[in-house]
């Protein structure tokens, strides 16, 4: 029957979107391979890492351990002949002002198909792998630096070898040369109420990548405060 056949592909298709948890003896990762994108992340306690998932090697879940970690950490971090281009987050501070809390490494913990990480000072930073794609979140919460006047940022320090091509308020597109590999869009600030705060962002290109802000009007925030943009293919 139709139901049975669209039901059947729904359940491949979230199967294939799950988190798989990769572990080695220095450190525990978890994979989101998006085959409608072509994209395959890793999470880590550091950040963000999204590669092609084409151009790597892409062991079975049913594969071997050992290679599977070998494989994870290998594309996670190099930029090479078989992986063409890298992109890597790192949430380094949220910024009001002149006032700045820097943010460490946290742990990683897997919540059914989200994947997050545990920052300092109530910030949670979390991922969930969709048909539309990856999907990446912060949650904030409390103010940060409320005696401090100004909007609140929340930094990330980007390394890539692709080329920041167009910026715009609520959307960012990355490229290889002339083609584009994938946009970071679809940004959305909530409060604790639902209401939509004014949100944007920015992007300042460095020599070994750029610095991502996303700016927040929170002046008449209900805290906790949801943090929310998406990376699609272009």
Do not use: C
């Amino acid at each position: 029957p139709r139901e049975w056949l669209v039901a059947t592909r729904l359940r491949v298709e979230e199967d294939e979107l799950a988190p798989l948890k990769v572990t080695d003896a220095t450190d525990t990762r978890y994979r989101l391979a998006n085959k409608r994108h072509g994209f395959v992340s890793h999470i880590g306690r550091s950040g963000w890492a999204i590669s092609p998932q084409g151009a790597q090697t892409d062991p079975k879940r049913e594969g071997d351990p050992k290679l599977l970690a070998k494989n994870s950490e290998r594309t996670q971090w190099q930029i090479s002949s078989s992986l063409p281009w890298l992109w890597k987050y790192a949430l380094t501070s949220v910024v009001r002002g002149k006032e700045i809390h820097a943010v460490k490494p946290g742990a990683v913990r897997e919540g059914g198909s989200v994947v997050s990480i545990d920052r300092s000072s109530g910030i949670t930073e979390w991922y969930r792998n969709k048909p539309e794609g990856i999907e990446q979140g912060f949650e904030l919460a409390r103010r940060m630096h409320s005696d401090a006047a100004g909007d609140l940022v929340v930094r990330g320090v980007v390394e890539t070898n692709l080329t920041a091509s167009v910026v715009e308020r609520d959307s960012i597109s990355f490229a290889q040369g002339a083609a584009k590999v994938f946009h970071y869009t679809g940004l959305v600030v909530t409060d604790a109420s639902g209401k939509a705060l004014p949100a944007w962002l920015t992007y300042a290109s460095t020599r070994k990548g750029g610095v991502l802000d996303i700016h927040i009007d929170d002046s008449a925030a209900v805290y906790p405060v949801t943090v929310d943009p998406l990376a699609t293919s272009a």
